[in-house]
């Protein structure tokens, strides 16, 4: 990130957790939210780490023992490299891997924790990755993003309905972390019909692409037409 800062300045949570916890307890604290992350449970996308998986048992365990419930995020933009190289959520491969990886993680924590969350702000790694060079692989590219885009629903979709068939009786719960951006015409009814089109625009690609899909199992009004026009439907 920004001047090559790296972990020696962080938080370094992975090794203090214990404390941390401790120290969130003493600040009221009721819960935390804890991302998961896919590459170190499972590096080759098959293969449980039992490195990591005793990791995030004994952070789950240490963070009920301090009183503090548990929001479970299975993905927080830390896409493994392999599967970066095999098409990122364009590839259905990657997905599959993905579900494979939830059932693990819901089997062995649905009845410890108190929510799982599919994904953390699911728009951010199509903007940032494939519209912007903010993160890997910083690649625009406005048809890939459609298709990435697709696959972090397709891929939320799909684990959604692995907990609605094995886990809904667990204690989790099962949803998803969403960052809305809306965008208001300027001076509200004095802005032009360019302002209006912008605006539209704006929230169709920032926000309605995950809402509509998600809440409601329909694409947003305009949506498949404005993705044709410009020839970036998702083929897979």
Known sequence: FYNQVGPNVTSDFV??????????????????????????????GKNISE?????????????YANGIKVVLNLFHFDMPLWAHEKGDWASREVIESFVHF???VM??????????ATFNEPGVPVINGYQHKN?????????????????????????????????ADKKAKIGVVINVNPAIVKDGQTG??????????????????FLYPMA?????????????????????
């Open 135 to 167: 993160h890997w692989p910083r690649t625009p590219d406005n048809k890939m993003a459609f298709e990435v885009g697709f696959g972090i629903l397709l891929a939320h979709a799909k684990v959604t309905k692995l907990y609605w068939e094995k886990y």
């Open 51 to 63: 490195k990591g998986m005793a990791f995030y048992k004994d952070v789950i365990d240490k963070a």
């Open 107 to 116: 089997n062995e924590f649905a009845d410890k924790v108190d929510w799982i």
């Open 102 to 104: 939830a059932d693990v």
């Open 216 to 236: 409601k199992g329909e694409w947003p009004k305009g949506g498949i037409e404005f993705a044709k026009e410009r020839g970036v439907v998702p083929t897979h």
């Open 15 to 44: 090794h203090h957790y214990k404390e941390d916890l401790e120290l969130f307890k003493s600040f009221g604290i009721n819960s935390v939210r804890l991302g998961i992350s896919w590459a170190r449970l499972m590096p080759d």
């Open 192 to 209: 032009t019909e360019a302002d209006k089109y912008a605006a539209w625009m704006f929230n169709l690609l920032h926000n309605d692409f």
